[in-house]
């Protein structure tokens, strides 16, 4: 059976022949590579967060301080990273966090159907957002046999959010992820000083022209008054939710339903009491509010509080292989990862996309092979402790 390390003896092997990697395995370099390839807008938007960026660069830096002690003499010969997602097996805990600007990272501006054709090809599943350039039933439609989750950006019009889930309930998606922290859009500066906002240019909003509900609410169709629907969606975009919301989301689907965006452990708590079917542990990469705390660093607690009642999943800052495992040490049963599979697509599509997760994978099960843990289990028993106190 392949493992997901033998991807670095393909690397060498090719290597033998005179050819090196077409797109660069580790994330520093990638995200050079593609800062190099994007339009300067696109690359702000998805380089770019929330007010100065100390929350976002926190998320990823502060893996730094979480080191793991390996164990000798185990047989690691053979490594299961395989993880749970609602009863379908994953090969592993990776997944591809929703980036609401997928659609735009490719030339062609399908980047969503590119996104979802790596998922296809890797086994790592899509997690789409509801901001996208193709329309929902168009993505999970390229994902093959790898399942797909949706994204809910819950709009202010009830209908709406009723039609859009029960589309991806109807389109085969496993799970609603609901975002919390994204009813209004936090103080982006580098966006700021160059006026730009995807949205409000008419990208990434198939989900909405596509849309029964939505199109009942213009007088005119998308095609013939885009600038009226833009404002229509500006409009409709961004229901508060509080934690009474939570029967009403729940009576629109039978899917289970992931709150995304819960940072506090007493919030974690309350997601499962309300009836949540798994916890999302994220400040939205630092792109919301600045001047949280390192999502990795706040893991521990709300996995404490979590205490395995329901899935806790996690992102924030995840740039390699060696991030992924010390995310699962620390109590998270998935891993979402963000920016980089944007750069991925913007340098090479759906096998830059497959590419950066390959990276990912084969650091993540190199890793166990060396430290001697053989399975998630034993990642999770080997922990993961702070190096800086
Ligand atoms: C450009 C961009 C767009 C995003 N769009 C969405 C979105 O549509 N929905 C959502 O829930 N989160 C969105 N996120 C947040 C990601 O799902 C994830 O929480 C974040 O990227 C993790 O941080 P990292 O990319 O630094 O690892 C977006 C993030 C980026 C970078």
Same mark, same amino acid.
């Given at each position: 059976?392949?493992?997901?390390? &033998?991807?670095?003896?393909?690397?060498?092997?090719?290597?033998?022949? #005179?050819?090196?990697?077409?797109?660069?395995?580790?994330?520093?370099?990638?995200?050079?590579?593609?800062?190099?390839?994007?339009?300067? &807008?696109?690359?702000?938007?998805?380089?770019?967060?929330?007010?100065?960026?100390?929350?976002?660069?926190?998320?990823?830096?502060?893996?730094?301080?979480?080191?793991?002690?390996?164990?000798?003499?185990? *047989?690691?010969?053979?490594?299961?990273?395989?993880?749970?997602?609602?009863?379908?097996?994953?090969?592993?805990?990776?997944?591809?966090?929703?980036?609401?600007?997928?659609?735009?990272?490719?030339?062609?501006?399908?980047? *969503?159907?590119?996104?979802?054709?790596?998922?296809?090809?890797?086994?790592?599943?899509?997690?789409?957002?509801?901001?996208?350039?193709?329309?929902?039933?168009?993505?999970?439609?390229?994902?093959? &046999?790898?399942?797909?989750?949706?994204?809910?950006?819950?709009?202010?019009?009830?209908?709406?959010?009723?039609?859009?889930?029960?589309?991806?309930?109807?389109?085969?998606?496993?799970?609603?992820?609901?975002?919390?922290?994204?009813?209004?859009? #936090?103080?982006?500066?580098?966006?700021?000083?160059?006026?730009?906002?995807?949205?409000?240019?008419?990208? /990434?909003?198939?989900?909405?022209?596509?849309?029964?509900?939505?199109?009942?609410?213009?007088?005119?169709?998308?095609?013939?008054?885009?600038?009226?629907?833009?404002?229509?969606?500006?409009?409709?975009?961004?229901? $508060?939710?509080?934690?009474?919301?939570?029967?009403?989301?729940?009576?629109?689907?039978?899917?289970? %339903? $992931?709150?995304?965006?819960?940072?506090?452990?007493?919030?974690?708590?309350?997601? %499962?009491?309300?009836?949540?079917?798994?916890?999302?542990?994220?400040?939205?990469?630092?792109?919301?509010?600045?001047?949280?705390?390192?999502?990795? *660093?706040?893991?521990?607690?709300?996995?404490?509080?979590?205490?395995?009642?329901?899935?806790?999943?996690?992102?924030?800052?995840?740039?390699? #292989?060696?991030?992924?495992?010390?995310?699962?040490?620390?109590?998270?049963?998935?891993?979402?990862? #963000?920016?980089?599979?944007?750069?991925?697509?913007?340098?090479?599509?759906?096998?830059?996309?497959?590419? /950066?997760?390959?990276?990912?994978?084969?650091?993540?099960?190199?890793?166990?092979?060396?430290?001697?843990?053989?399975?998630?289990?034993?990642?999770?028993?080997?922990?993961?402790?702070?190096?800086?106190?």
């Amino acid at each position: 059976m392949a493992q997901f390390g &033998d991807y670095q003896l393909a690397i060498y092997g090719a290597g033998l022949e #005179g050819v090196t990697p077409r797109w660069p395995v580790d994330a520093a370099t990638l995200e050079r590579r593609a800062a190099a390839a994007m339009p300067a &807008d696109l690359l702000s938007y998805v380089q770019g967060g929330c007010g100065d960026e100390r929350t976002q660069r926190a998320n990823a830096e502060a893996f730094g301080h979480w080191g793991m002690v390996p164990r000798m003499m185990v *047989d690691c010969s053979r490594r299961d990273l395989s993880a749970d997602l609602f009863g379908a097996r994953l090969a592993s805990p990776l997944f591809l966090a929703p980036i609401g600007v997928t659609g735009m990272c490719t030339q062609d501006a399908h980047g *969503d159907l590119a996104a979802a054709r790596a998922a296809a090809e890797t086994g790592v599943p899509l997690c789409a957002s509801t901001l996208a350039n193709d329309p929902l039933e168009a993505v999970i439609a390229e994902s093959g &046999d790898t399942p797909a989750l949706f994204q809910l950006y819950t709009p202010r019009d009830r209908d709406l959010a009723a039609s859009l889930v029960s589309r991806a309930e109807a389109a085969g998606y496993r799970a609603i992820v609901v975002t919390l922290d994204t009813w209004v859009t #936090g103080w982006r500066p580098r966006d700021l000083n160059t006026a730009n906002f995807p949205q409000l240019r008419g990208h /990434v909003l198939a989900n909405y022209f596509s849309d029964p509900v939505f199109r009942r609410l213009l007088a005119r169709p998308p095609e013939e008054d885009r600038r009226a629907a833009i404002m229509t969606w500006a409009a409709t975009f961004g229901q $508060v939710l509080t934690w009474d919301d939570l029967p009403w989301l729940r009576s629109l689907t039978r899917l289970p %339903i $992931v709150l995304k965006g819960i940072c506090h452990p007493d919030d974690a708590r309350r997601a %499962i009491d309300g009836g949540a079917d798994a916890v999302y542990l994220s400040n939205h990469g630092g792109r919301q509010a600045n001047g949280g705390i390192a999502a990795i *660093d706040l893991l521990p607690e709300v996995a404490t509080a979590v205490a395995g009642r329901v899935p806790l999943w996690f992102d924030g800052g995840v740039r390699s #292989g060696t991030d992924v495992i010390k995310a699962v040490a620390l109590g998270a049963d998935l891993v979402g990862v #963000g920016r980089p599979y944007s750069y991925g697509l913007a340098l090479g599509g759906a096998a830059g996309c497959a590419h /950066v997760l390959r990276c990912l994978l084969a650091e993540a099960d190199l890793l166990m092979a060396v430290n001697g843990w053989p399975t998630l289990a034993a990642v999770r028993d080997a922990g993961a402790r702070r190096t800086d106190r």
